[in-house]
């Protein structure tokens, strides 16, 4: 079964940085695609970033292009959503996904930034900017 534990949100003042974590097990396939998320209230969740695992390839929605970055970990199935230049606006519940692809999605197509399109949740991760 798979499981997905989400780490890293905190209190940070505006201009600060955090960096999230996404731990992830029970992948069958190693054509999978990672996605963090996020949901303020009274809002619906959206897509921030995602990332083809076994190629590492990225995609970001436009308000976060240029201050996070997704990447891997060393640890084995690890992804990591590096914040930076945070603004009031990116406080909300963070949450990281996965879904399953194969070899011509992860390598033709951008991974998907739609909540609907991932099957796996993890826990959310509060994180909050704010001076």
């Known amino acids: 079964q798979l499981q997905l534990v989400v780490s890293g949100g905190n209190l940070v003042q505006p201009g600060g940085s955090l960096r999230l974590s996404c731990a992830a097990s029970?992948?069958?396939?190693?054509?999978?695609?990672i996605g963090w998320f996020r949901q303020a209230p009274g809002k619906e969740r959206e897509g921030v970033s995602c990332m083809w695992y076994s190629n590492s390839r990225t995609n970001y929605t436009d308000s976060v292009k240029g201050r996070f970055t997704i990447s891997r970990g060393n640890a084995k199935n690890t992804v990591y959503l590096q914040m930076n230049s945070l603004k009031p606006e990116d406080t909300a519940v963070y949450y990281c996904?996965?879904?399953?692809?194969?070899?011509?999605?992860?390598?033709?197509?951008?991974?998907?930034?739609?909540?609907?399109?991932?099957?796996?949740w993890g826990q959310g991760t509060q994180v909050t900017v704010s001076s």
């Open positions: 029970g992948f069958t396939s190693p054509y999978y695609a």
């Open positions: 996904a996965a879904r399953d692809g194969d070899y011509s999605s992860s390598s033709y197509l951008p991974c998907a930034l739609g909540a609907s399109r991932y099957d796996s």
